[in-house]
Structures are given as structure tokens and as C-alpha cells.
């Protein structure tokens, strides 16, 4: 089993609408939860990190943790064109230190 | 404020030689870590690097190595290349260690093994 497994997609989502993306991961005891948005040809780049159960809201964008599950969303509402990238996972578990990331989802939103 | 600077951004090197990749941190930062892009298998982590000394080291071949100087910019070294080796190399910058630390990347440095 991978540490942190998203579906590669592609996710096709018309624009306007809300593009959801998940990821699941393996070590119970991983502490942070971060976002990364790569576009083709550049590096990824932080958009959302989130550390406790729940919700957080930043703009256009949701996280959501679910610790018991071992289960973490990214929530993108009124869909643009140029969310149109890939969508890394990535998770630091309790003695890493490191980013360990999923395999990416890519999202494609349609005019 | 300056973001992470990788160099060079591209690299054409032959099986068999060797290349060092360089990052400069943002200003104040001082973790500074490495990853390894392919298609295939991803972001991989290779090591980062605190103080001037490595803390945690990702599951490579000896081949690859790093360090970190003073002002915290990183090297990281990749001897007797193989075509394996050709992939997008990452540095991410951190203000510091621990959980709850973000993490920012560099534009990356495209290497290509012929």
C-alpha cells in the first residue's frame, strides 16, 4: 500500500462548478496535510495546508481532514479555467520530517 | 521577498559524469530539501538539510549526496549518471524544521542524461 494514495484522474469538471480531489493516506500518526498545485512544466506550488480535524477555508479553497479515517479533501468552488493543473498531496508524518506526496490528481476544468 | 532559486534549469549531461544542482532559500530560511520528479514514480524524497547538517535522507543509491553551507544554500551531487537519473530535481526551502513547517519550492532544475 502506497503512504499517500491519490486518483490520478484526469477529473473533468465544468467551470463554475465545484472540482472535489482526495486523498488517502497510511501512517495514523502523519501530524500535517499540505495542497500543492503543479502546472505543466513548473513546480509545485503550496496552496493549503491543514493540521487539525475539520474544516479550513482560504478563498475559492476548502481542506478537510478526517484523522480517523485517515482521509484529506481539497474543495474547489466556482471552478476556473486556470485551476486546470495537476493536484499534489502531501503529508508529514510524526517522526518523518518529510513531505511524502500522493501521485498527483489531474484536474481539468471545461469552459 | 525572493522566492527559492534553483540552477542551473536545464542540464544535458552523458551517462557516466557527474553534476552538482544548487538552491538558494528564501531569505531567513533554513531547511532546505531535495526531491526527485519523474513521470513514473513521482516526487521522491532525497535528504534535507538543517544547519548545515543532513537530518533525513530519502532511499537513493549512495550516488546521490547534498550539503549545505552557512548562508544555507544547498548543493546536492549526482555521480556516475545513469539515463535513470534524468528527471526534474526539486528544492524546497523552509523557515524551519518540525511538523508544522510549509514548504516552498524552486522552479526546479530539468536534468537529462544521454
Known amino acids: 500500500q502506497k503512504e499517500v494514495e491519490q486518483n490520478s484522474g484526469p477529473l473533468s469538471v465544468p467551470e463554475g462548478a465545484i472540482a472535489s480531489l482526495n486523498c488517502t493516506y497510511s501512517?495514523?500518526?502523519?501530524?500535517?496535510f499540505f495542497w500543492y498545485r503543479q502546472y505543466s512544466g513548473k513546480s509545485p506550488e503550496l496552496i493549503m495546508f491543514?493540521?487539525?480535524?475539520g474544516d479550513k477555508e482560504d478563498g475559492r479553497f476548502t481542506a478537510q481532514l478526517n484523522k480517523a479515517s485517515q482521509y484529506v479533501s481539497l474543495l474547489i468552488r466556482d471552478s476556473q479555467p486556470s485551476d486546470s493543473a495537476t493536484y499534489l498531496c502531501?503529508?508529514?508524518?510524526?517522526?518523518?520530517?518529510?513531505?511524502?506526496f500522493g501521485q498527483g490528481t489531474r484536474l481539468t476544468i471545461n469552459p | 521577498k525572493a522566492g527559492v532559486t534553483q540552477t542551473p534549469r536545464y542540464l544535458i549531461k552523458t551517462r557516466g559524469q557527474q553534476v552538482t544542482l544548487s538552491c538558494s532559500p528564501i531569505?531567513?530560511?533554513?531547511?532546505v530539501s531535495w526531491y526527485q520528479q519523474t513521470p513514473g514514480q513521482g516526487l521522491q524524497f532525497l535528504f534535507e538539510?538543517?544547519?548545515?547538517?543532513?537530518?533525513n535522507k530519502g532511499n537513493f543509491p549512495g550516488r546521490f549526496s547534498g550539503r549545505q553551507f552557512s548562508n544555507s544554500r544547498s548543493e546536492m551531487n549526482v555521480s556516475t549518471l545513469e539515463l535513470g537519473d534524468s528527471a526534474l530535481y526539486l528544492c524546497?526551502?523552509?523557515?524551519?524544521?518540525?511538523?508544522?513547517?510549509?514548504?516552498?519550492f524552486g522552479q526546479g532544475t530539468r536534468l537529462t542524461v544521454v
Open positions: 501512517d495514523r500518526g502523519s501530524q500535517s
Open positions: 491543514i493540521y487539525s480535524n
Open positions: 524546497a526551502s523552509s523557515f524551519t524544521r518540525g511538523l508544522n513547517t510549509e514548504a516552498f
Open positions: 502531501a503529508v508529514v508524518g510524526r517522526g518523518a520530517q518529510k513531505l511524502v
Open positions: 531569505s531567513g530560511h533554513r531547511s
Open positions: 538539510y538543517f544547519s548545515e547538517t543532513q537530518r
